[in-house]
């Protein structure tokens, strides 16, 4: 920003600053940049700064408030799409682009052409929000949706709570999607009720919209899938993989980390134990999702199952400082992807799952299809 | 500041899918400075690959080139390495808008990748619109926009907002 001459950021009020890489810092270098990070808020008095340990930018904006109906948001990751769980319109770009926004104000930007994911139906026990993302992505493909607009639609929305809504625009960019929207309704206005800051007008499409293509779903028939190595799009069931030995378990990142996420972890780790050959780390995706969990006792259960529990933010998704996994090791996890060497080790293997999922195959050290684990609870 | 209307090198032949994991690890993504980020180019694809690319090579993709994050390097650690031009059968959106913000030019063109072999001379004529493959085959691209040419020729996005940062200022406030 600076480079480009401006001496403050354009609308200091519209901008939102969270430190979440690699935090607490691990290296001086880190430590040094977060210290500058926040030297920049204090500076320029910025009313909205989260600091290390608060959790990842995406959980964090959104649970304060700070994404609303019909905005359109601007973000610094690509992970950034996840807003529009809340019916927002929500864009990832590189980090120099966003320092021109705040050095200009302004940013060019082509209109995409829209798609429709229509989804059917009511999701099978056992199965979740994130097997029907990954589902949709096996399908559609990892540039199936290249810089679409992505709408969302059909009677399995409604029965969705707004953690549920999350994972499928988290990982829209997945498919390489410009935005991933979910509709308003009665939903997003609960969740927004004392957590929005502003008034919000929601966003529609208008009756006889054209859309590029639609993709029907039903979930009735789904099952538990995982992406498979080395690509988010290799989705497979869990009859096809399970039995695959695993050496770690990651319950984290923006995707699915919230407590009731870890709450279907722990339905499915209740009085039991993580297997012996197996490191499960449960990383809350913030703060405020560490403190439900443990109100709910969620952190305990998972605790006396044997995981480590970590500090809220971005870290072992990318391989950045912990949970870096030895060669030819497996790892499964709730994050958003598993391309050759994400956790840090090109001579390890990802599969991506829910929760669930990833609990079942802490406990039997091999992958595992949840549904059996959690008959009866 | 300007640029060549022809560039000709040597093609560094790459496939579908090449995530941005692959083309620069998330570890490094706090290294900033281009010496050390041309160290890390396509290191997922090996510690020494970036041995194999030299300035003036260019790089010959196939689908969805850049998919995945949003980190900026994967786009500027090719431009630090010397490449000019990434040709693809399709570029993902994020490292599409980070490669014309470092000033590398991206060029869609699904017919000369396809055509393209490893080590082969490449000839990107921009001017004309065309790219030469020897044996005299020639594939036309589509022009890149007025105004994303203007961001390449400035040199990146830094450049360019430095120039309107500036004609901000010269104009009186509205």
């Known amino acids: 920003m600076r480079e480009m001459g401006a001496d403050a950021p354009f609308e200091p009020e519209k901008l939102v600053v969270t430190v979440d890489h690699w935090t607490p810092a691990e290296s001086a270098r880190t430590a040094n940049l977060h210290r500058g990070v926040r030297l920049f808020a204090q500076e320029h008095g910025l009313k909205h700064f989260y600091d290390v340990g608060e959790g990842i930018c995406h959980q964090v904006f959104m649970e304060n408030g700070h994404a609303l109906p019909g905005q359109l948001i601007m973000g610094r990751d690509s992970h950034n799409t996840s807003h529009g769980a809340v019916n927002a319109l929500s864009l990832p770009f590189g980090l120099t682009e966003v320092a021109y926004l705040l050095a200009v104000g302004s940013v060019w930007l082509r209109v995409p052409e829209s798609v429709r994911i229509h989804l059917r139906g009511r999701l099978p026990r056992g199965v979740f929000a994130k097997d029907a993302i990954l589902h949709v992505i096996g399908r559609v493909g990892a540039d199936g949706c290249t810089y679409k607009s992505v709408e969302f639609e059909g009677d399995l929305i409604p029965a969705l709570s707004i953690s549920e809504r999350f994972p499928f625009c988290n990982m829209a960019v997945e498919m390489g999607a410009k935005a991933g929207v979910m509709p308003f309704d009665k939903v997003t206005e609960r969740y927004l009720k004392g957590r929005a800051k502003k008034r919000y007008r929601p966003i529609a499409p208008d009756p006889g919209a054209r859309y590029e293509n639609t993709f029907e779903f039903d979930v009735r028939g789904l099952t538990p899938v995982l992406s498979c190595p080395h690509t988010v799009d290799n989705v497979k069931p869990v009859e096809e993989v399970a039995g695959r030995t695993i050496h770690q378990a990651f319950l984290g990142s923006c995707t699915n980390a919230r407590h009731d996420d870890l709450g279907e972890a722990a339905r499915v780790l209740r009085g039991r134990r993580v297997h012996p050959d197996v490191r499960l780390m449960v990383a809350p995706s913030s703060r405020l999702e560490y403190l439900e969990a443990d109100r709910r006792g969620y952190i305990r259960t998972l605790l006396e199952a044997g995981a480590m529990i970590l500090n809220p933010g971005c870290g072992p998704c990318f391989g950045a400082h912990q949970g870096i996994l030895a060669d030819g090791e497996v790892c499964i996890s709730s994050a958003n992807r598993n391309f050759r060497g994400r956790m840090g080790n090109p001579r390890a293997e990802i599969y991506l799952a829910s929760p669930a999922t990833v609990a079942a195959s802490a406990v039997k050290g091999e992958i595992a299809d949840p549904r059996p684990l959690l008959r009866g609870r | ?174």
């Open chain 2, 1 to 174: 500041m300007g640029i060549p209307d022809v560039y000709s090198g040597e093609i560094v032949k790459l496939g579908d899918d090449i995530n941005t994991d692959l083309i620069f690890p998330g570890k490094y993504i706090l290294v900033l400075d281009p010496p050390e980020m041309r160290k890390h180019l396509l290191e997922g694809l090996g510690e020494e690959y970036h041995s194999r690319i030299k300035p003036g090579d260019i790089i010959v993709a196939g689908r969805n080139f850049g998919c995945g994050s949003s980190r900026e390097q994967a786009a500027s650690a090719i431009r630090a390495a010397g490449v000019p031009v990434v040709v693809a059968k399709s570029f993902a959106r994020i490292f599409y808008r980070n490669a014309i913000n470092a000033g590398l030019l991206v060029l869609t063109c699904p017919e000369a990748a396809e055509a393209a072999a490893d080590r082969e001379p490449i000839t990107v004529d921009l001017k004309g619109g065309r790219i030469e493959l020897p044996g005299g085959r020639a594939f036309r691209f589509p022009a890149l926009p007025d105004f994303l040419m203007e961001i390449i020729e400035a040199g990146g996005l830094v450049a360019h907002g430095r120039k309107v940062v500036a004609a901000r200022r010269a104009r009186p406030e509205a």
